[in-house]
């Protein structure tokens, strides 16, 4: 496991199930306000990872690619929610603009795919990660903490994976 710097970690999947655990780790430590941008080509596994994180959040919606709106709003008992915005299809920044990021973050945490196309308008703080194909069971995961809230999130998810930091 190649720890690249402090603020980066990869990680190798080489299953969906396996994606989803890693994600179910990352869910757990989710607070709201917490931002996680999910950058890959079409298959990367994004929406898997999102599953997984969204069930070890606690939600008990079933999670798939947002298809009529933005952005999918997951619920569990008590209190929360967890917002997961697909911004594939977003054409103009104008579009994304109207969303009210802050408004979602005051309730939860939020989880970005193709956040590359909307980068203007998130925040500068958030765990970034790229995801890459590899091969048919193969994933490639690079996570990287901007801001220091991600560093601690970071070191949260390597624990919680490796046992250590
Ligand atoms: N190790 C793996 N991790 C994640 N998905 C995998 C893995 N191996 C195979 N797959 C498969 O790859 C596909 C990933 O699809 P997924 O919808 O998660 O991708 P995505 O990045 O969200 O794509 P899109 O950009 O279309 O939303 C699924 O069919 C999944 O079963
Ligand atoms: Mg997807």
């Known amino acids: ?3 690249l710097d402090a ?15 890693l994600g179910m780790r990352l869910g757990a430590l989710l607070q709201p306000g917490d931002v996680v941008c999910l950058q890959g080509n079409l298959g990367a596994g994004k929406t898997t990872l999102v599953q997984g994180m969204a069930q ?4 008990l919606d079933a999670v798939s690619s947002p298809t009529f709106v933005l952005v999918n709003v997951y619920r569990r008992p008590g209190t929360g929610q967890f917002f997961h915005f697909d911004a594939y299809r977003i054409d103009t920044l104008a579009e994304a603009e109207e969303l009210d990021l802050d408004e979602y ?20 703080g958030r765990l970034w990660a790229w995801l890459e194909y590899e091969s048919e069971e ?18 949260g998810l390597q624990q919680t994976v490796y046992g250590v930091v």
């Open 105 to 124: 973050l005051a309730h939860g945490p939020l989880v970005v795919e193709w956040p590359e196309r909307v980068e203007p308008i998130l925040p500068a």
């Open 56 to 59: 070890g959040w606690g939600a």
């Open 138 to 155: 193969h994933r490639a995961m690079r996570f990287q903490a901007q801001g220091r809230r991600y560093e601690t999130l970071l070191d």
């Open 1 to 3: 496991m190649p720890i």
């Open 7 to 21: 603020n980066t970690f990869e990680f190798f999947s080489r299953s969906p199930e396996q994606t989803r655990r």
